[in-house]
């Protein structure tokens, strides 16, 4: 399973062209213009949705993080960036175990998604969400997600497969940039839970546990 979500991209351009549609056409019923006329119109609109195009998915993809838009944060309610690599520790409350544990954020101005990896298995998020405060000061990384873990049975693995829910409060004036908080899962025969805490390490992703 996965996030189902607009298609922003799609939505913004369909819009633009269903607009430039209608307005030639009541230029046309109301003979406001000729048909050559409308023809110069469509051809212009490209010089506008194109350069608007390209301006929207830079955005998207690049900008939204720079120091530019990350000072309009709170009027755009634009999001913290989570990019990255973080590593730490997971300490399970039921069996009083501590293992090293990592997520790798992907993330754009409209989408989000997080993995999980550790010494068990790992993990893929389905509905990952940036909360905040009441008084916006605070940011927490929020994730449903899937799991799947490996357990040995004389000469073969069978795999697990369990959901789980992770709530990341961001320390994003510590340098460098820390997520602590608490997760639970599904787990059967018996659910678990315990504490997270991470410390952003690069941009870059790994994949796997180091």
């Known amino acids: 399973m996965k996030a189902y979500r607009l298609n922003l991209t799609v939505i913004i351009s369909a819009v633009g062209i269903f607009t430039l549609l209608v307005f030639s056409l009541i230029l046309f019923v109301f ?9 110069d119109i469509i051809t212009s609109y490209g010089y506008l949705i194109a350069p608007a195009s390209i301006a929207w998915v830079f955005t998207n993809r690049y900008l939204w993080h720079t120091k530019l838009f990350q000072a309009i944060r709170k009027s755009a ?19 009083g175990h501590t293992q090293k544990f990592a997520i790798e954020v992907k993330q754009t ?12 298995g790992r993990s893929v998020s389905l509905l990952p969400e940036i909360a905040k405060s009441e008084n916006e000061r605070t940011f927490s990384l929020c994730y449903l997600w899937q799991g799947e873990t490996q357990t040995p049975m004389k000469h073969v693995h069978q795999r697990i497969t369990f959901n789980g829910y992770t709530i990341l409060k ?27 805490e991470l410390t952003w ?6 994949k796997k546990l180091e």
């Open 201 to 206: 390490v690069s941009k870059h992703l790994k």
């Open 170 to 196: 961001l320390h994003e004036h510590e340098k460098p940039k820390i997520l602590k908080g608490f997760y639970f899962t599904s787990h059967k025969p018996k659910q678990t839970r315990g504490r997270i």
């Open 109 to 120: 101005l409209t989408t989000l998604s997080v993995f999980s990896y550790s010494s068990l």
């Open 31 to 39: 003979q406001k213009a000729t048909t050559h006329d409308i023809f």
């Open 77 to 95: 309610n634009i999001p913290p960036d989570l990019r990255g690599r973080w590593e730490g520790e997971l300490h399970n409350l039921e069996n």
